[in-house]
C-alpha cells in the first residue's frame, strides 16, 4: 500500500502561481511513477502532468504545458506540481496518484490516490 496526502491548494487570482505537494508513505516510493490529475466541478477527472520514477521524464496535458512543472523528490517521498500563470479554468479538486507505468495518462495506469486539494482561482 502507498498512502498519498496532497497539500498546498488555496485560493488564488488568476496570473498567481502555486506548488502543490503530495507527500507519500507506505512503499518503496522510488518504485512508483508518480501523476497529478484535476477534477473539475461537473467534469470528469483528467490528467494534468506525469513524472517518471527517477524523475527523468515527464508530460504534461496541452493546457499547462509551459506553465506547470512537475518535479519529485525520492529522498522526501515527495511529489510536486509547480503551477505558474493560473487561470480560472484551472480551478478543480488536484489529485496524486501513484502507479507503475511510465508517464501513464490514464486513471486506470495508477493504483494509489490521494484525497485531493481544491485549487480555486479567481478572476
Known amino acids: 500500500?502507498?498512502?498519498l496526502v496532497e497539500s498546498g491548494g488555496g485560493l488564488v487570482q488568476a496570473g498567481?502561481?502555486?506548488?502543490l505537494s503530495c507527500a507519500a508513505s507506505g512503499r518503496t516510493f522510488s518504485n512508483y511513477a508518480m501523476g497529478w490529475f484535476r477534477q473539475a466541478p461537473g467534469k470528469e477527472r483528467e490528467f494534468v502532468a506525469a513524472v517518471s520514477w527517477s524523475g527523468g521524464g515527464n508530460y504534461y496535458t496541452d493546457s499547462v504545458k509551459g506553465r506547470f512543472?512537475?518535479?519529485r523528490d525520492?529522498?522526501?517521498?515527495?511529489?510536486y506540481l509547480?503551477?505558474?500563470s493560473l487561470k480560472p479554468e484551472d480551478t478543480a479538486v488536484y489529485y496524486c496518484a501513484a502507479g507503475l507505468k511510465y508517464?501513464?495518462?490514464a486513471d486506470s495506469d495508477y493504483?494509489?490516490?490521494g484525497q485531493g486539494t481544491q485549487v480555486t482561482?479567481?478572476?
Open 121 to 123: 482561482v479567481s478572476s
Open 1 to 3: 500500500q502507498v498512502q
Open 111 to 113: 493504483v494509489y490516490w
Open 82 to 84: 509547480q503551477m505558474n
Open 103 to 105: 508517464l501513464g495518462t
Open 74 to 79: 525520492n529522498a522526501k517521498n515527495t511529489v
Open 16 to 19: 498567481g502561481s502555486l506548488r
Open 69 to 71: 512543472t512537475i518535479s
